[in-house]
């Protein structure tokens, strides 16, 4: 029978190592080969006992799932194990046989009703971090599944992984749901299986008559022993995981040449349009040799650095028998490349349906491996399916859910990916008669705005100006800013607008709202998320607050500190810079008396703050000094209409005027 590639939870992998050679004994759950894909280094077990007659694989292939590895013979290993006693005995050469085949029949009538269904727990294996949350839930009650079947996909702050299933069997209850945070150990979910064969009573019976054979099997077995104690060459390549981008650039790297690093030290920082990210090692051990430097564009699966592992053992006597080895499977593999074509063509077949290009766009998206993989094998472009799991992680539901509506519906408009960084602009004319040029680079973060900012071009945006009297309030910080400071907390303006804005949106919710794909609903957010722009060195980035309004204003001023911090020392997480509704844009103290900010799509509102300045105001009676603090609040026209804006910013300024109404 042949062994084929189980889940190894990616699209493919390469082989490593070879643990097994032709004529070796194998257990069920023996390795068999190691493979290696962009995320790890993963030993396949052999999901079934035998002799090994054939190697279908070499190293260096690419496997996917499915992809025959080797042939087992069951019967091998007992008909070698019965023909030695009979050479040896020279005498009644069946009888051994049929006396073992008759004890054996007795054996397996005596054993059959000890077998019975038992309900076992599935538990959370050691997934490398002390903690991770649970990003979706792959089977339901009832569903069956084998082993190493994908059961739950669950995400860390370094990646996502699909925990794999330790028995076949019936889905009999699920003890985890999405958005569970869950450690080593968890119950993740109970299956009803079928219990083995009781194997008490045929040894007794066969003991004797068997002997021979069960030391002819040990002999066997011992060849094949250094192989599945094998470890891997001393030196480790590290490569980029799966960042979630296309590709990002190399802004530090954090170790050098002859540094000895543990599992998951951070080797490198990168860059991406979404977060600074530091990126971990896969193993421990010296560094050998760094192959990126700083500025240099990474993707998923180039090479960081070389590792010499540390407790590593000589192979050289693993090693030593494989010129002899090599022979009978290297005859063997001749005839094999029709195989690996008909697998590598049936892999590429799925992945046709989409371009490089959509392919691209799909790694940008935040989905699971399953998902992905559903959607190359459907032609399905990512960008373009709405997301319903947590962080705005795409589902399988929500592919077919896509694909369902596309077959259902009228075409529509298909291109509503972000346009061109051009817009439509002509060509620049030639410099050189008038002087020439000096080219230099726009940093990485206004090189990824340019698309973003492009999408205004579609937003029908208007601005409404406006002025409120922060005299009070600047009074009532003065009062309050010596306190705070000596906590370590710097208390600006921008802690009492955000607290105020947070009270107004849960009043006029459509200024945090969306427009619908369709253009003809608006998507009401059920909490409040703050862009906060803030200026770094390499341009404008907006961290998010999150849920202000459920916040006092000492927490926002601690949270503005902590975010302004991150983004200054790029250390921004993607889940920083993802998920808010309106947006703050400041000018601080650089100057000014108004602008018009642009609206971040796919909100439709968003504040610019000018510099506050001294102003004389009539009273009534007189003119007297206040300080008005210049507001500036753009929308998107097809959402917000004129007079609502106007009194959302009436509103704003009263608020702001006297912030003791927020306790009311």
């Not at 194997?199 to 004797?208: G, H, M, S, Y």
């Not at 600074?276 to 090692?281: A, K, L, N, Q, R």
């Not at 427009?515 to 609903?521: H, R």
Request: charged share 25%; glycine share 6%; with cysteine.
């Amino acid at each position: 029978m042949e062994i084929k590639t189980p889940d190894i939870g990616v699209d493919h992998a390469t082989v490593a190592e070879i643990l097994v050679k032709v004529g070796d004994t194998v257990a069920e759950n023996d390795s068999l080969v190691v493979v290696e894909s962009d995320k790890a280094s993963v030993e396949v077990p052999s999901t079934s006992a035998g002799v090994v007659t054939k190697i279908l694989v070499k190293e260096g292939d690419e496997i996917a799932q499915g992809t025959p590895l080797v042939e087992l013979d069951h019967e091998s290993d007992q008909a070698t194990s019965e023909a030695k006693p009979s050479a040896k005995e020279n005498s009644q050469p069946a009888q051994p046989s049929k006396t073992k085949t008759v004890l054996q029949e007795k054996a397996e009538s005596q054993s059959k009703p000890t077998s019975q269904a038992q309900v076992v727990e599935v538990k959370v294996p050691d997934i490398g971090v002390e903690k991770a949350s649970v990003g979706e839930i792959l089977v339901k009650v009832g569903d069956n599944i084998e082993k190493d079947d994908s059961i739950v996909v669950v995400e860390s702050d370094k990646a996502t992984v699909e925990v794999p299933s330790t028995e076949a069997g019936t889905v009999e209850s699920i003890a985890v749901k999405e958005g569970d945070t869950i450690q080593e150990g968890v119950l993740l979910i109970t299956l009803k299986t079928q219990g083995h064969q009781s194997a008490e009573v045929p040894p007794v019976q066969v003991n004797k008559t068997s002997a021979p054979q069960q030391n002819s099997s040990s002999k066997q077995q011992e060849p094949a022993q250094p192989a599945q104690n094998k470890q891997p060459a001393g030196e480790i390549d590290i490569v980029v995981p799966d960042l979630g981008v296309d590709k990002a650039a190399v802004s530090e790297i954090l170790v050098k040449v002859g540094d000895s690093i543990e599992k998951d030290d951070s080797i490198l920082v990168v860059e991406s349009d979404k977060a600074t990210v530091e990126v971990p090692s896969s193993a421990s051990g010296v560094i050998k040799s760094i192959h990126v430097e700083v500025g240099q564009d990474v993707h998923q699966g180039i090479k960081i650095a070389t590792v010499e592992a540390e407790g590593e053992t000589s192979s050289t006597e693993d090693k030593a028998p494989e010129p002899e080895q090599a022979s009978t499977p290297t005859a063997q593999k001749e005839p094999e490349p029709s195989l690996e074509k008909t697998a590598v063509a049936s892999d590429s077949s799925g992945t046709e349906k989409l371009t490089k290009a959509q392919q691209a766009e799909n790694a940008k998206v935040y989905a699971g491996p399953a998902v992905r993989k559903l959607a190359r094998e459907l032609g399905v472009i990512l960008a373009e399916v709405k997301a319903s799991g947590p962080h705005a992680r795409i589902m399988k539901d929500d592919v077919f859910a896509y694909v369902k509506g596309r077959l259902t519906e009228a075409p529509k408009v298909i291109e509503k990916a972000t346009p061109a960084a051009s817009s439509g602009l002509p060509k620049l004319p030639d410099f050189t008669a008038h002087g020439g040029v000096e080219e230099k680079p726009l940093t990485r973060l206004q090189q990824v705005s340019i698309p973003q900012l492009c999408l205004n071009n579609f937003i029908p945006q208007v601005t409404q100006f406006d002025q409120a009297d922060i005299t009070a309030l600047e009074a009532w910080r003065g009062e309050l800013k010596g306190g705070f400071k000596q906590q370590g907390i710097s208390l600006t303006i921008l802690a009492f607008i955000a607290k105020a804005l947070a009270h107004l949106l849960k009043e006029e919710p459509y200024f945090a709202a969306h427009l619908a794909d369709d253009q003809k609903s608006v998507l009401l957010r059920k909490e409040i998320h703050m862009g906060i722009a803030v200026a770094t060195p390499d341009g404008l980035t907006v961290p998010v607050l999150r849920n202000p309004d459920q916040k006092s204003i000492k927490d926002i001023a601690i949270e503005l500190g902590e975010l302004s911090k991150k983004a200054r020392e790029k250390k921004l997480s993607p889940k920083d810079l993802q998920g808010a509704n309106f947006t703050i844009t400041s000018l601080g103290s650089i100057g000014g008396t108004a602008f018009t900010p642009l609206v971040n799509w796919p909100q439709v509102a968003i504040l610019g703050i000018s510099p506050a300045t001294m102003q004389p105001v009539w009273n009534g009676k007189d003119f007297e000094p206040r300080l008005m603090l210049p507001l500036s609040l753009s929308y998107d026209h097809r959402v917000i209409n004129g007079a609502d804006a106007a009194r959302f910013s009436n509103k704003l300024t009263k608020l702001l005027a006297d912030i003791r109404s927020l306790l009311l």
